[in-house]
Every structure is written in C-alpha cells, then in structure tokens.
C-alpha cells in the first residue's frame, strides 16, 4: 500500500486504497476542520405535492478545505464514522441546524421543518437524545420544527433497541423520517410499529421512472403501503418533469431534487424561498 501512495495517490484520498499515512493525515484534517469551524450546512427544499408549499429544508453537510475546496459528505463520512469523530460533528450539525431554524422561525417560516440526517453511530450513541435534547433547548426551538432522518437499513437493524431510541426521540416531540426507503428490509409488521411520521423513497427508484416500469411499481407500492400506515411520502432526487408527474399521479405527498432546488447555502435558500408562491 505504501507503493500504492507513492504511485500518485492524492494526499488527501480517503479511498479504500488509501494507505493508512493518508488515513491518518485525512482524520488529522477532519479533527482541525471541527476546531477550526471548516464545516458548512446547505439546505434542501422539500416541496409538497398537494398546494406547492415548502415544507421546509433538508440540512447536508460539506467541508470548506482550505487546499480542497468544498468536500461533499460521501467522501469524509466514512471515514468520520470508523474514527468516532462523526459524534462531535453530528452534534454541531444538530446545534447549527437548530440555530439556523430559529433564524427561519423569527422571520416567520413558522411551517416549515428542518431535517438532520442521523449516522448510524450516532443512532447507537446512548447520549443521542441529550445531544438532540441540548440543541433545541440552546436555540430555544419547539422540537415539532426538527426531523430526524434515519435510514432504512439503521432503522432496522438492532430492532428492539432501534425501536426504543425512535419511540424517546418520538416522545422528544421531534418528527422521524426513514430515510432511502426500499433498499433496506423491513417487515410490514416492523414498519407498523415504527414511530416514523415520513418514509422517502430513495433516490435509486426515482432515477428510472417511467411508466411501466419495474421502478414504477416499486414506487407505486411504497406510497400505496405509506398510505396505509398514514406516513408523508416523500420523494427524492426528482430531476425531471416526468418524474414529477408520474409521482402525482401515484399520490406522493412531497418531493426533493434538483427539479425543485438543489442544497444551496442559506442566504441563497431564503432568497430563493421567498421567490416562491407562498415565500
Ligand atoms: P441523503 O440523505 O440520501 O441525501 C440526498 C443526497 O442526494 C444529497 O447528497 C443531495 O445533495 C443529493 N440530491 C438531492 N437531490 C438530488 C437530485 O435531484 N439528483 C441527484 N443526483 N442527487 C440529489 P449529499 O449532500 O452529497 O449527501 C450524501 C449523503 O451524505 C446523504 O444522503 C447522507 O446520507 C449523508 N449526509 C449528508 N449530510 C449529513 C450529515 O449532516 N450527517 C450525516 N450523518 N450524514 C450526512
Ligand atoms: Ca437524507
Ligand atoms: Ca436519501
Ligand atoms: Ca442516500
């Protein structure tokens, strides 16, 4: 693997084939990116079907690299995951999406939610409902403004204990959103028990979408099945008018994707929200 770095691996690739110097140099810079305030949240509209309203926003993380530039999470969640980091920075992306909701809410967007995606690692931290609890209580926020996504895959696995930790962040008052629906493999009995209030169809069935398709019938069945749970159906990474349509006519309730708006940084997201109908 050494040989493999000196065969012009970039520095800072935190690949599989990374070797462990570059790991290491990579998880030294994630550590200064926390002290230093290098992380940056962007938001993501969602959009509901039924009178054109936003929703709200989805929170995403990126990393303002002083060398790189903006580093997007698929390249350093991983890695934050493996070496525990992904605690202290999920819990300043929880206070900053708090504090920026707080901002939106005394400008008056007091409908909309805002949505923070939770890592698996720290759904299993056992101080997970403090840190959430911590949040709102510090930028004073009612805890019906937050959502919390989990994934499918997070949501299952561990059931009972999964289980419990979304009934203490339900009881929190906080809304719960399984996220990349459809590509985990949850049981009709476990999805009746799951405190969730939305289920997002992930991306990867949206992408293909057109009648007739394999994909068009996934779709169809998840927000048939949402339905009958009384959950808000969500989907996302619509891209396309296509799309669009064809996840009106099944009855989705909400969508997110480049269509609609892409993540954008907050002074862009209000300015553009407030472009809208009802902004
Ligand atoms: P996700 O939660 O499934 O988020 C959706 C991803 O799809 C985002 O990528 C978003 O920018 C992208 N996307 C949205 N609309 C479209 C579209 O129309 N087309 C396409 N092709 N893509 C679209 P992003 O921001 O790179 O985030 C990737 C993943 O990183 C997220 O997937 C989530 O799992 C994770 N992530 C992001 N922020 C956080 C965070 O604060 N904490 C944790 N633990 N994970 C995060
Ligand atoms: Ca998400
Ligand atoms: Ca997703
Ligand atoms: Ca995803």
Known sequence: TKRAGRNGYNFFEPSMNANAHQQLQWLQDLRVALERNQFRLVYQPKFSFSDDTVLGAEALLRWQHPQRGLVGPDEFIGLAERSGLIIPIGAWVLEEACRQMHEWLSLGY???????NLSPVQFAD?????????????????????????TESTAMSNTEQSLATLQQIADLGVEISIDDFGTGYSSLLYLKRLPANELKIDRGFVRDLSEGTEDAAIVSAIVAL??????????????????????????????????????????????????????
């Open 110 to 116: 007091a409908h909309w939610k805002i949505a923070v």
């Open 126 to 150: 056992p101080h997970l409902l403090d840190v959430v609890r911590a949040a709102l209580e510090k930028h004073q926020l009612p805890p019906s403004c937050l959502t919390l996504e989990v």
């Open 226 to 279: 949402g339905r009958t749970l009384n959950l808000r159906i969500v989907a996302e990474g619509v891209e396309t008018e296509g799309q669009q349509q064809f996840l009106h006519a099944v009855g989705c309730d909400a969508l997110q994707g480049y269509l609609m708006g892409r993540p954008m940084a907050p002074d862009l997201f209000l300015q553009t929200m407030r472009e809208q109908p009802d902004g």
